[in-house]
């Protein structure tokens, strides 16, 4: 069975270190990636996805991933957290044509004033 | 603009009330989708919608169902609620095609509290 995997439940962080956080997917064929972002209270938005194509993909608030076809990974960066990065982040994994989106159990970051 | 919507946003209903969640959405996606997300957790697949054909997750309880009367309507059904169904509720769309570049869409999420 396909899975992700999010190393890091929680992560804390000052403001203006760098952030990167790890996921790992199990199916070995062609895949779509995402990362969403859940702040405090509001629902999941997506952040950035990959289909194909150049493997560093940029997406909203300064967030990038990285897709690492041999390592499985798609590991989410930010240069330099700010506080209003303070969420939960959701990396998730589709097989394409298909309508399955499996997805990882969340990192909680937090990022100190 | 809001894409997908669901009402209402808090729901409080008594242990084995019947209850009703609903979405819509702008999207004109042929695909929804509920979810079921518990505090610090992924969100659950508990069914999908591809235009008309509803598709159960095995592991889905019968106490939840889903109506989807039309494309931009989707309606989630708990039968009897119990204690353990507290959760948030998240609706979602996508549009499977010919690109396999689905991307999924979620609604704010309907929190459900059971007394």
């Known amino acids: 069975a396909q899975s992700v995997s999010q190393h890091n439940h929680h992560v804390i962080l000052s403001e203006a270190a760098s952030l990167e956080l790890g996921c790992n997917y199990s199916y070995g064929g062609t895949v779509n990636l995402f990362w969403y972002v859940q702040y405090p209270g509001q629902h999941l938005q997506l952040l950035l996805k990959?289909?194909?194509?150049?493997?560093l993909v940029k997406g909203i608030k300064g967030f990038e991933a990285e897709f690492i076809k041999s390592k499985f990974s798609f590991n989410l960066r930010k240069p330099s957290v700010q506080w209003s990065d303070t969420a939960e982040y959701f990396c998730a994994v589709n097989r394409p044509g298909t309508y399955k989106y499996i997805f990882g159990t969340g990192t909680r970051l937090k990022v100190l004033a | 603009d809001a894409m997908v919507i669901q009402n209402p946003r808090y729901q409080v209903t008594q242990f084995g009330k019947p209850v009703t969640l609903s979405c819509s959405q702008t999207?004109?996606?042929?695909?929804m989708y509920w979810y079921q997300q518990k505090s610090s957790q992924a969100p659950k697949l508990l069914f999908h919608y591809y235009d008309k054909d509803f598709n159960n997750e095995a592991d889905t309880p019968d106490n939840f169902q889903s109506r989807r009367p039309n494309t931009s309507f989707c309606f989630l059904d708990i039968r009897s609620p119990g204690l353990g169904d507290a959760a948030m509720y998240l609706c979602?769309?996508?549009?499977?095609?010919?690109?396999?570049?689905?991307?999924?869409?979620f609604g704010p999420g309907t929190r459900l509290l059971v007394l």
């Open positions: 990959y289909f194909s194509g150049d493997p």
């Open positions: 999207l004109n996606h042929n695909v």
């Open positions: 979602a769309t996508s549009s499977l095609g010919a690109s396999n570049k689905e991307t999924q869409y």
